[in-house]
């Protein structure tokens, strides 16, 4: 099956520092990438959508200039949390799409920012 | 907006069968998923369904019937390693997928 990466699993941050999380498709061209946020005990909230080449798309209450998203390549997404807050610590996840014929989206393991 | 609703958890006992409803209201809809999530991990993908009907996958099967926005889970035989979060997802008008709030099933002996 399709395979998504995400790095690093586990990131702790200071406030006021940035912190980059990458998403990869490994043996797939991923056209679209979205993002995830989701904190404990709750259920995944979508963040942003992004296809290759073009600037990304944000849900409402997302800020845009908070989180960067870039999807560079057909395998290649990051987000980029700003001026990281405390508040920001959560588990971010990102999925992928482009399998022709297949409706599914691939999530990746997961990473667990910690903002001190 | 989209509004889909899970119970938020659920008990069931090991080799029993359980049924896990699932409630949508969206804009637009363009397929009906069930992903299982274990605590810290990403979700995996169970079930997809697009027309109304029951789609069955060994012990689990996934039904919808899109005229009531409905959806539900069931899974047979229950083991201790079902114990995870269930989360009901629909995939909107513009192909974003919207999650339910997920519900934590735990299997007891």
């Known amino acids: 099956g399709a395979v998504v990466s995400q790095h690093p699993s586990r990131v702790i941050c200071k406030s006021g520092t940035s912190v980059k999380i990458e998403c990869r498709s490994l043996?797939?061209?991923?056209?679209?990438m979205f993002w995830y946020r989701q904190f404990p005990k709750q259920s995944l909230m979508l963040m942003a959508t992004?296809?290759?080449?073009?600037?990304?798309?944000?849900e409402q209450g997302v800020e845009k200039d908070k989180f960067l998203i870039n999807h560079a390549s057909l395998t290649l997404s990051t987000l980029t949390v700003t001026s990281a807050h405390p508040e920001d610590s959560s588990f971010y996840i990102c999925?992928?799409?482009?399998?022709?014929?297949?409706?599914?989206?691939?999530f990746g393991p997961g990473t667990r920012l910690t903002v001190t | 907006g989209q509004n889909i609703d899970q119970p938020t958890e659920m008990t069931a006992t090991e080799g029993a069968i359980v049924q896990i409803n699932c409630t949508y209201q969206?804009?637009?809809?363009?397929?009906l998923f069930w992903y299982q999530q274990h605590a810290g991990e990403a979700p995996t993908f169970l079930s997809y369904?697009?027309?109304?009907g029951l789609e069955e996958k060994g012990r689990f099967s996934s039904f919808l019937s899109r005229s009531k926005g409905y959806s539900y889970l069931l899974l047979k035989e229950l083991q201790m390693k079902d114990s995870a979060s269930y989360l009901c997802?629909?995939?909107?008008?513009?192909?974003?997928?919207?999650f339910g709030t997920g519900t934590r099933l735990t299997v007891i002996p």
């Open positions: 999925s992928a799409t482009g399998l022709a014929g297949v409706q599914e989206q691939y």
């Open positions: 043996d797939f061209q991923a056209t679209t």
């Open positions: 992004s296809n290759e080449g073009s600037k990304a798309t944000y």
């Open positions: 969206t804009s637009g809809f363009n397929g």
């Open positions: 369904n697009v027309l109304d």
């Open positions: 997802a629909v995939k909107g008008g513009a192909n974003n997928l919207f």
